[in-house]
């Protein structure tokens, strides 16, 4: 049954915990840029660092008070904002987090990860940028070239004998 589902995860406590866990733990990894956490708790958080960088990616002044609202911390957003101007995530739209693994922990053996925000570039787009159009020469110059090149090596011959 999907009773009281709308609001997403809860995270094993009541709701205004799980909000505020959520602010805390999007607020560390933005001014650390990657944190341990459980694996929950980084599922719950990556939709909104998404959007908060999505907000900082825009850059107006609408898009910095939903970040201020969402994140709670002025400073914060400011760093965010100018990172995102000067053009960290320029080439990405969307997954600017990764999660990995680190195994069980030793209490109750609820799986921790890593989760750490994408600073490198996306390898398809930079590639792309990179590829130029090369002019096809017409058949006469290609042939002209070839003989000048002829003459040249005969040149060289006869200077070095």
Do not use: C
Request: glycine content about 6%; hydrophobic content about 40%.
């Amino acid at each position: 049954m999907r009773h009281n589902k709308k609001r997403g995860m809860k995270l094993g406590v009541n709701a205004a915990h799980t909000k505020a866990m959520k602010r805390s733990l999007l607020s560390s990894l933005l001014a650390n840029d990657r944190i341990k956490t459980l694996d929950v708790r980084a599922k719950a958080i990556r939709p909104e660092v998404d959007k908060v960088i999505t907000w900082a990616k825009r850059g107006d002044l609408h898009s910095r008070r939903l970040a201020i609202a969402k994140v709670g911390d002025k400073e914060l957003v400011r760093e965010v904002f100018e990172k995102a101007a000067q053009g960290l995530w320029a080439d990405r739209n969307g997954g600017y987090t990764r999660i990995m693994k680190l195994g069980p922990r030793k209490g109750d053996a609820a799986e921790v990860v890593i989760i750490e925000l994408v600073t490198e570039a996306v390898k398809g787009a930079s590639a792309a940028t990179k590829v130029e159009k090369v002019e096809e020469k017409p058949v006469e110059a290609a042939a002209d070239a070839k003989e000048a090149d002829a003459a040249d090596d005969k040149a060289e011959d006869k200077a070095s004998e």
